[in-house]
C-alpha cells in the first residue's frame, strides 16, 4: 500500500488493543464512584470522534450524554456540568490549547475527567484524574477502540450493553479487518484522488453516527492538510439548502452507515445518482468484517469509513496535490 | 428600504406580540402537567433558530434540553425522549415534510408536541398538542420571540428566569429596534451584496447563540435560495481546519455574539484581519435596543443577526445576482 506500513499498523493494534484490562478498571472505577450523566469534551478531530459515540448512545442507554466545545465550555460552564458528571477528553498531542484549558478548569471545578492522552507527560495528562494512554502512533481507529471499551463497559456496568464481552473479544479482530479494507479500497482511493484532487469545492455527506467521520475529513484533512475547499452537510439537512447547489459538475461524497439512519444516506444517494455526474460514495457494507458479528457492524461502521479516509484516501489527495499532509500555513505556526 | 414595508412588518409584530397570553397559558399548562426536559425537534432552518436557543438555556437551567433533527428522530428514537417530555417543533408552512413525520410519531408515541405553526389548518397543526400560531408573515425574528416567550416563561415558572416580566415587557420593543437596525444596516447590506455576490466559495463564523444564525443564513439563504457556495464553521472550530483556508483573497464573514462566547469571535476577527482583504464583521452591539436593558441583549443578539442577514442583506443579493429569492431548481419542485 502507498505509503503504509502493516508492522507499524498491526504494532499499534496491539499497543491499543493491551490497553484493555486499563480502560476496563477505569470503567469500573468510574461506576464504584457513581455519575448522573457523561460529558464528551474536546475540539476539532477529537471532538469529532466523539460525535459518532454521542450518536450511538442516543439508542443505547439511559444515561444523559452531552458533548461540548472545550473553548466554550470555559467561557459558559453548562447546568448539566457537576462533580456529579464524568468528563471525557481526548488530545492526540496532550497539549491542544483549548482541551488542555477546558481539563484545567474541570480540575478547578472538581469535575472528574478521563482522558485519552496520545502523548505522555503532556498537560492533559497531568490535569486528568484518570488517563489512558493512546500509544498508536496514528489510527483515528485507534482511539475510537479505546472509546468504545470505556464507553460499553460503563454501559456494561450499568446493564445496558449486556453484549459487552462478545463485543470487545470481537474488537481485537478489527484492525486485521481494516487492514483488508485499506487493502481493497487502494485503487478506490487512487481512483478518487486522481480524478478530484483539482475540485475547487467539494460536498461531503454523512448523517448520524457518520456525521463526525464527514466533518473530521473535510475540514480536519481536506481543508487542514490539503486546503481544499468543502461543505459538509449531514444527509438529514441536506434537503433544507445544500440540495440547490448540485449541479452535474459539482462533486458530491456520500459516507454511508450501517445504523437506521441509513435511509437518509439512501435519499442523498438517490437524489445525487440523477443530478451529478461527480457523486462517489463510500459505503462501509462493502467491506467485510471477519469474526465480528453483524450486530455490531453499524457501531463499527465509523472506524472502517475513518481507516480508508483519513488514511488512505488522504495519502492519495498528498500523492496528486504534492501538498505535504504535514504542510500548514497558520496552525500551531505562531499565536493566534 | 429597499423592497421592504414597514407597515407590514409592525403589523407582523403586532400580530406576534398578541399571542403572548396564548403562549403564557401553555406555559403554564405545560408547567402544571409536569415535564423532565426539553426536546426541540425540527429540520433546516426551523431547527437553525432553535440552537440558539438550546446554547442559552445551557446557562440558564436546570432543566435537561435536546435538539433532534426530526428525520432521524423517528428512525433511532431517544433514550431521554420519553412522556415526561415536551417537545418542542416548528414549520412555517406547517406541512415541512420531515415534521410532520416527527409529529405523527410523537402523538403515536404519546409524547406531548407543542409548536409554532406558520400556516393554519396544516398537518403540524393537527398533530399538536398545544399550537402557537406563528401569525407573522415573514421575519425569522417574530419566530424567536415565540419561542423566547414560551420558554423563558417554562423557566420563569420553575423559578429559573425571575426576570421574566420584564423581558417579555421589554420584547414588545424589539421590533421597532430591529426596524431601525435594518435602517441603519441598508447601506452597508447594499456594499456587501455588491462587492461579495459574485464570490464563488464564502466562509461564514460564528458561535454559539450565534451558531444557528451562521448556519441558517449560510445553507438556507445562501445556498438555497441564492446558489451561492458557501462553508459555515463555529468560532470555536475555525481553529481546527478552515484556518488553513484563509488567502487574501477568500471572503470570511463573521457573525459576532454579545454572550461569554464572543471572546471566541474577537480570535476569528483579530487571525482574519491580518490574512484576509475581504472580512466582513456584523456585530450586534452595532445596533441600538432602545428600551430594552442590556443584560437582555446576549439573549435578543440572534435577532438582531436575523433581521440583517435573512431579511436584508439576503434581499440586496438578490438585487445584484438578479436571482429571484424564491427561485428553487428542486426543493419542494418533485419527489425526492
Known amino acids: 500500500m502507498w505509503k503504509f506500513d502493516e508492522n507499524i499498523y498491526l504494532e499499534n493494534a496491539r499497543l491499543t488493543y493491551?490497553?484493555?484490562e486499563e480502560i476496563e478498571k477505569i470503567a469500573d472505577e468510574i461506576t464504584e464512584e457513581g455519575f448522573k450523566n457523561i460529558f464528551f469534551i474536546s475540539v476539532g478531530g477529537s471532538i469529532a470522534i466523539m460525535w459518532p459515540i454521542q450518536e450511538m448512545l442516543k439508542q443505547l442507554t439511559d444515561i444523559p450524554i452531552f458533548t461540548e466545545q472545550a473553548g466554550e465550555l470555559v467561557l459558559t460552564g453548562h447546568k448539566q456540568l457537576s462533580s456529579d458528571s464524568i468528563v471525557i477528553m481526548a488530545s492526540k498531542s496532550g497539549d491542544t490549547k483549548e482541551t488542555v484549558a477546558a481539563a484545567e478548569w474541570c480540575k478547578e471545578h472538581g469535575y472528574?475527567?478521563?482522558?485519552?492522552?496520545?502523548?505522555?507527560?503532556t498537560p492533559l495528562e497531568q490535569l486528568s484524574r484518570w488517563v489512558i494512554p493512546n500509544k498508536a502512533k496514528n489510527g483515528v481507529e485507534f482511539e475510537y477502540i479505546q472509546l468504545f471499551m470505556l464507553i460499553f463497559k460503563l454501559l456494561n456496568n450499568a446493564e445496558e450493553f449486556p453484549a459487552y464481552e462478545r463485543f470487545v473479544n470481537q474488537l481485537e479482530k478489527l484492525p486485521e479487518n481494516l487492514l483488508r479494507a485499506k487493502k481493497q479500497f487502494e485503487p478506490t482511493a487512487d481512483e478518487i484522488a486522481r480524478k478530484y484532487h483539482r475540485e475547487p469545492y467539494n460536498i461531503w455527506v454523512g448523517d448520524g453516527e457518520m456525521w463526525g467521520e464527514v466533518y473530521l475529513f473535510s475540514m480536519c484533512i481536506l481543508e487542514e492538510m490539503q486546503w481544499v475547499r468543502t461543505k459538509a452537510v449531514s444527509s438529514s439537512e441536506f434537503f433544507h439548502g445544500t440540495?440547490?447547489?448540485i449541479e452535474e459538475n459539482v462533486p458530491v461524497f456520500l459516507v454511508k452507515g450501517e445504523g437506521k439512519r441509513r435511509v437518509l444516506d439512501e435519499r442523498v444517494e438517490k437524489f445525487c445518482k440523477q443530478h451529478t455526474k461527480k457523486f462517489v460514495v463510500i459505503d462501509t457494507k462493502d467491506y467485510e468484517l471477519k469474526g465480528i458479528d453483524d450486530e455490531f457492524r453499524w457501531l463499527l461502521a465509523p472506524t472502517i469509513s475513518s481507516t480508508l479516509l483519513v488514511?488512505?484516501?488522504a495519502r492519495y489527495y498528498e500523492k496528486y496535490t504534492g501538498?505535504?499532509?504535514d504542510l500548514r500555513r497558520y496552525y500551531?505556526?505562531?499565536n493566534y
Open 243 to 245: 440540495l440547490e447547489l
Open 332 to 334: 500551531r505556526q505562531f
Open 311 to 313: 488514511d488512505r484516501l
Open 18 to 20: 493491551e490497553t484493555r
Open 112 to 121: 472528574r475527567v478521563v482522558s485519552l492522552v496520545g502523548t505522555p507527560g
Open 323 to 325: 501538498h505535504d499532509l
